[in-house]
């Protein structure tokens, strides 16, 4: 019943913008969230954000140049990607979660996207 699709992934060169979106169905949520995972690599938290007051939490990865925002008119949760980095190059995971503990913690998060490649070229 609960569905998290993402779009907006692609290839894009180093230094340029790209805007994943996340369209999420079937219940609400406290908050929804990306986090992205490279070949080889762990899963980590990249944004995430509150879905009443709108509060956004960042990795310092991404910190001035990533920006998160949710439409609760649409339910869609948006991550715009600025200035980006071939380290940038993952799978971004949309996420959503009925809790109301950490935000940045992928234990917290109940309901998952398939995940949308991201790939920065030098």
């Known amino acids: 019943q609960v569905q998290l699709v993402e779009s907006g992934g692609g290839l894009v060169q180093a230094g340029g913008s790209l805007r994943v979106s996340c369209a999420a169905s079937?219940?609400?949520?406290?908050?929804m969230g990306w986090f992205r995972q490279a070949p080889g690599k762990e899963r980590e938290f990249v944004a995430a954000?509150?879905?009443?007051?709108?509060?956004?939490t960042y990795a310092d990865s991404v910190k001035g140049r990533f920006t998160i925002s949710r439409d609760n008119a649409k339910n869609t949760v948006y991550l715009q990607m600025n200035s980006l980095k071939p380290e940038d190059t993952a799978v971004y995971y949309c996420?959503?979660?009925?809790?109301?503990?950490?935000?940045?913690?992928?234990?917290?998060?109940?309901?998952w996207g398939q995940g949308t490649q991201v790939t920065v070229s030098s």
């Open positions: 996420a959503a979660t009925t809790k109301y503990g950490s935000r940045w913690s992928r234990d917290e998060y109940d309901f």
């Open positions: 079937g219940r609400t949520f406290s908050s």
């Open positions: 954000i509150s879905w009443s007051v709108g509060r956004p």
